[in-house]
Nanobody, 119 residues
Framework: QVQLVESGGGLVQDGGSLRLSCAASGSSLSGDVMGWFRQTPRHVLGKQRE???????????NYVNSVKGRFTISRDNAKSAVYLQMNSLRPEDTAVYYCYALHLGEAYWGQGTQVTVSS
């Protein structure tokens, strides 16, 4: 059983930075896909989560267009951890951010961490 625990969310001003961390326990995720999704208030009704960034086991990354050049995803395989460095934050980045891992064909989610960007 994999458990994911996020940390690092909070309140920041427009243009500020935050770093999210996600630590996994229960299994090694060193070769697994890991990533970050977010859910904004307009998505809550439809229970949709937007893919923000994803990192493969070999380190390859992909980002949603709206965060390219501002966010950086990274991982520490020894710690089964994934990080999201968020720079030049904008009010529209305000959301609950969820850590994600795909392990042995099953998706796992963290509990979510709130990021609020004030204008």
């Amino acid at each position: 059983q994999v458990q994911l625990v996020e940390s690092g969310g909070g309140l920041v001003q427009d243009g500020g930075s935050l770093r999210l961390s996600c630590a996994a326990s229960g299994s090694s995720l060193s070769g697994d896909v890991m990533g970050w999704f977010r859910q904004t208030p307009r998505h809550v009704l439809g229970k949709q989560r937007e893919l923000v960034a994803i990192i493969m086991g070999d380190g390859a990354t992909n980002y949603v267009n709206s965060v390219k050049g501002r966010f950086t995803i990274s991982r520490d395989n020894a710690k089964s951890a994934v990080y999201l460095q968020m720079n030049s934050l904008r009010p529209e980045d305000t959301a609950v951010y969820y850590c994600y891992a795909l392990h042995l064909g099953e998706a796992y989610w963290g509990q979510g961490t709130q990021v609020t960007v004030s204008s």
